[in-house]
């Protein structure tokens, strides 16, 4: 048994319907104008201008009606796109291969920026770094992660950062940017910046620890007139995959606890990290001491922190 599917105009399927009468018996399924029953084939057509050819010989009766195709709804599905997404996975190899890797820090502490960091890892360097105990830094205590940046920058392994500093997240998010657009535009921005600095520095791939889908990203990245970079793959978990992401989350982190220094300093609290209850306490604490407009300085405004902290004042 075969099967043809076709897109017609309304009015071909309304000729189709009069051409048919005499064999429309079966109550049309749902979403159906009719269905007909020759001894060729079984036509069902839909309101959607899809037509389905199924049975014994459907191309018979599909070739009565193929020279009204229509051609202009026959827009591609966007499988294209869909392939794409499984693309963005990155081959094996490459994680023993030189790339690129970008990681952000910071997006769920109410406190303090969004850093982000991308760094270029070649080949040889890979076992080195492993051994020095470059890894996920969500894995390593405040301490390794200082003492293993410094080590990073030692070794001369390039790399970029970037940080969003509190003020311009708060008035980004006001803009209506999502924090996923943000970290979109952060790992856009840090992978140009390293790549400018390493030239023409050869590389096979560069990896983005996930967080959002890949297509997502691209359309983050496209409404600010920016698009991918050749070779740009995506994964979840990758600092535990990628030495160049866990590179990325080293240095990221690294800058995000340095960032904390500095604002505890300015705003005359020690801030915590994170977004518990505790956090709460604190800000209740600098609302009621200090007022609320400090918070636009050091704070994620928006994080439902903010709320619970005002009750609390
Ligand atoms: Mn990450």
Same mark, same amino acid.
């Given at each position: ?48 201008? !899809?037509? +389905? ?5 459907? /191309? ?16 591609? !599905? =966007? ?10 996975? =990155? ?31 070649? *080949? ?5 770094? *492993? ?8 894995? #390593? ?9 410094? /080590? ?5 392994? =390039? ?21 996923? !657009?943000?970290?979109?535009? @952060? ?19 560069? @990896? #983005? ?10 359309? &983050?990245? $496209?409404?600010?007139?920016?698009? @991918? ?9 990758? /600092?535990?995959?990628?030495? $160049? ?17 500095? +604002?505890?300093?300015?705003?005359? &609290?020690?801030? @915590? ?7 709460? $306490?604190? #800000? ?22 903010? *709320? !619970? ?5």
């Amino acid at each position: 048994m075969g099967q043809a599917v076709q897109t017609f105009k309304k009015e071909t399927i309304q000729k189709m319907k009069h051409y048919y009468k005499q064999v429309i018996n079966d109550k049309p399924p749902a979403g159906a104008v009719f269905r007909a029953r020759t001894d060729n084939a079984v036509i069902t057509a839909y309101n959607s201008g !899809k037509v +389905l050819f199924q049975g014994s010989n459907p /191309e018979i009766e599909y070739k009565k009606w193929s020279n009204d195709v229509n051609t202009t709804n026959q827009k591609r !599905k =966007p499988i294209a796109k869909q392939s794409n997404i499984t693309n963005f996975h =990155p081959p094996q190899t490459l994680f023993t291969e030189t790339h690129i890797g970008s990681d952000e820090s910071g997006t769920g502490d109410y406190f303090g920026p969004v850093t982000t960091s991308a760094a270029y890892i070649n *080949k040889e360097q890979i076992a080195e770094l *492993k051994k020095l105990g470059i890894t996920d830094s969500k894995q #390593i205590t405040d301490q390794n992660v200082m003492y293993l940046s410094n /080590e990073l920058a030692k070794l001369n392994i =390039p790399s970029s950062l970037i940080v969003l500093h509190n003020e311009k997240y708060n008035s980004l998010q006001k803009q209506g940017w999502s924090q996923g !657009k943000m970290k979109a535009m @952060l790992h856009h921005h840090a992978i140009n910046k390293l790549l400018t600095k390493i030239k023409n520095r050869p590389y096979d791939g560069i @990896l #983005i620890d996930q967080f959002c889908q890949p297509d997502l990203y691209v359309r &983050y990245i $496209a409404s600010e007139n920016e698009s @991918l970079p050749d070779k740009t793959f995506f994964m979840t978990k990758a /600092e535990s995959y990628s030495i $160049a992401v866990a590179a990325g989350s080293v240095i990221a982190r690294a800058s995000f606890l340095n960032e904390m220094d500095k +604002l505890s300093a300015q705003v005359g &609290y020690s801030l @915590l990290k994170g977004a518990s209850q505790h956090v709460d $306490a604190l #800000i209740a604490q600098i609302i009621r001491e200090q007022g609320e407009a400090i918070l636009n300085t050091c704070a994620k405004l928006h994080f439902a922190n903010t *709320k !619970k902290a005002r009750k609390l004042v």
